[in-house]
């Protein structure tokens, strides 16, 4: 089981420009960490980088069970999930047909997506088409998986910027359910999360390595 992330003296670049280099981070069971800093200065492209889809142009990215280190293909495959600032559903899908496949499909079950629809209130819009929801909704469809097949770290890219005061909160319920559990928390933000947080400033790191 995932249970640390160390990132060493880790360096993105993409194009010409370097985002940031010699980022040092360990994140460990319980704990949450939030990524703040200007726009574009590369706090997407680190939760990409963790989740595998960007190649860091310097450092190392560690996973690590309880006693030892982790193949970084299986903990990333295994122990995490990611979602974007884009939800990436299928808009001619129903939203109850996009949360079973994308439940299936990361290793949980259809009782579990079932569950986990309920916890973020969406019931009563299962039936309707990804097409026809409110950014907000869409965003708790996308959530939903976080709790249907459930991994040890969650990577979010402002998660709760389409939500209202009130599913913001029932967010911020179920995030500190997850660190209580030994789950771990990376996330992108403007705002900060309604669980206790380490705020690092990925602009800083930028104008001091760049």
């Given amino acids: 089981m995932l249970r640390t992330i160390r990132i060493k003296d880790l360096g993105l ?5 370097r985002l940031f280099s010699g980022l040092d981070l360990e994140i460990s069971a319980g704990q949450a960490v939030a990524l703040t800093g200007r726009n574009g200065a590369g706090k997407t492209s680190l939760l990409r980088a963790v989740a595998g889809l960007l190649r860091p142009d310097q450092g190392t990215i560690g996973f690590f069970g309880a006693d030892d280190e982790l193949e970084a293909e299986a903990a990333r495959a295994e122990g995490l999930h990611m979602v974007g600032h ?5 808009s001619t ?10 439940t299936l499909w990361t290793g949980g079950t259809e009782a ?19 097409r026809r929801l409110s950014a907000g909704q869409r965003r708790r469809v996308a959530l939903a998986r976080l709790l249907a097949s459930p991994r040890s770290l969650w990577l979010l890219d402002e998660p709760m910027a389409p939500l209202d005061a009130g599913h913001r909160e029932g967010f911020g319920v179920l995030m500190a359910e997850h ?3 030994g789950g771990m928390v990376l996330a ?21 390595g760049g």
């Fill in 93 to 102: 899908r129903s939203a109850w047909e996009e949360l079973k496949f994308q």
């Fill in 112 to 130: 579990s997506a079932r569950a986990a629809a309920t916890r973020l209130d969406l019931d009563r819009l299962l039936d309707l088409e990804i």
């Fill in 86 to 90: 884009h939800d990436g559903l299928k």
């Fill in 13 to 17: 670049v993409r194009g010409e420009r």
């Fill in 188 to 208: 992108a933000v403007h705002d900060p999360l309604p669980v206790p947080s380490l705020n690092v400033e990925i602009g800083r790191v930028v104008e001091v």
């Fill in 179 to 181: 660190l209580a559990a």
